[in-house]
C-alpha cells in the first residue's frame, strides 16, 4: 500500500476493555484524518471547529493484496515529538480500494488516558 493523506468519515462507538471489538454506545460520526507514510500511519481527529485534535499512531504490521494491518503505538518512536499523542493498544486494518471504490478503516482499541480503561471501535471510509 502506498503513501497518502486522506480525509475519512467515521463512525465512532465506545465499548468496554473486556471485549473492545463489542460496541456498548450509539454510533457517533466524526470526520478523521489518516495518513501512511511509509510503515508508520497517523489518525488525527478533525474537529467541527477546524482544529485538529489527538492523533493515534500505528506501526505495519501485515502487509496483504487487499489490506494492510497495523498495531496501534501506546508509547510514541523514540523520534517523534507530538503534543497531540493519544496513547492506546489496539489495531487498524486499511482496506485497499477496488477500482472506483474508497478506502476503508477498521480499528478496534483500548486506552486510559482519562484514568479509566475505555474500549472503541472506528468504522471509517474515504471521504
Not at 481527529?45 to 492523533?55: M, T
Amino acid at each position: 500500500m502506498a503513501d497518502f493523506s486522506i480525509r475519512m468519515n467515521n463512525i465512532l462507538r465506545f465499548s468496554s476493555c473486556e471485549v473492545p471489538h463489542i460496541p456498548t454506545s450509539k454510533p457517533h460520526e466524526e470526520v478523521l484524518i489518516v495518513e501512511l507514510r511509509g510503515d508508520r500511519l497517523t489518525i488525527t481527529q478533525d474537529r467541527a471547529d477546524g482544529g485538529l485534535g489527538s492523533r493515534i499512531y500505528a506501526r505495519r504490521t501485515i502487509d496483504l493484496p487487499e489490506a494492510s494491518i497495523f498495531t496501534i503505538l501506546p508509547e510514541l518512536p523514540s523520534h517523534v515529538r507530538d503534543g497531540s499523542f493519544f496513547s492506546a493498544l489496539g489495531s487498524v486494518a486499511i482496506l485497499a480500494a477496488g477500482c472506483g471504490e474508497q478506502r476503508r478503516l477498521r480499528a478496534v482499541g483500548t486506552d486510559r488516558n482519562s484514568g479509566q480503561c475505555h474500549g472503541w471501535i472506528f468504522d471509517a471510509t474515504e471521504a
